[in-house]
């Protein structure tokens, strides 16, 4: 099993800058891609970034790209996302996600293991 412990989501103004960060632990290494999700309210949950530990390739949702950042450190088995110039469009929970597969998937089905979620409200 690996367990994911997502962090730093909060209140933040238009414009403004937010880092989540993801912890992974138990059995990390079975999974070879990390992502990030989110859900606001009455919406379906969706893709937002993806990045592979080994390597550290990356891909985005084009909602995202450009703003945000997804990093890895794999020594501290941790995924960060930096998120620049956030807007109301942003507001959602931002889950984090494992997957066993080494391709840089983006949709839900795929991923094995999820945090539960921390919330990222933008007030305009």
């Known amino acids: 099993q690996v367990q994911l412990v997502e962090s730093g989501g909060g209140l933040v103004q238009a414009g403004g800058s937010l880092r989540l960060s993801c912890a992974a632990s138990?059995?990390?290494?079975?999974?070879?891609?990390m992502g990030w999700f989110r859900q606001a309210p009455v919406k379906e949950r969706e893709f937002v970034a993806v990045?592979?530990?080994?390597?550290?390739?990356?891909y985005y949702a084009d909602s995202v790209k450009g703003r945000f950042t997804i990093s890895r450190d794999n020594a501290e088995n941790t995924v960060y996302l930096q998120m620049n110039n956030l807007n109301a469009e942003d507001t959602a929970v931002y889950y984090c996600?494992?997957?066993?597969?080494?391709?840089?998937?983006?949709?839900?089905?795929?991923?094995?293991?999820w945090g539960q979620g921390t919330q990222v409200t933008v007030s305009s």
């Open positions: 138990g059995r990390t290494f079975q999974t070879s891609v």
């Open positions: 990045i592979r530990w080994s390597g550290g390739t990356t």
């Open positions: 996600a494992a997957a066993r597969t080494l391709r840089l998937v983006t949709t839900i089905n795929e991923y094995d293991y």
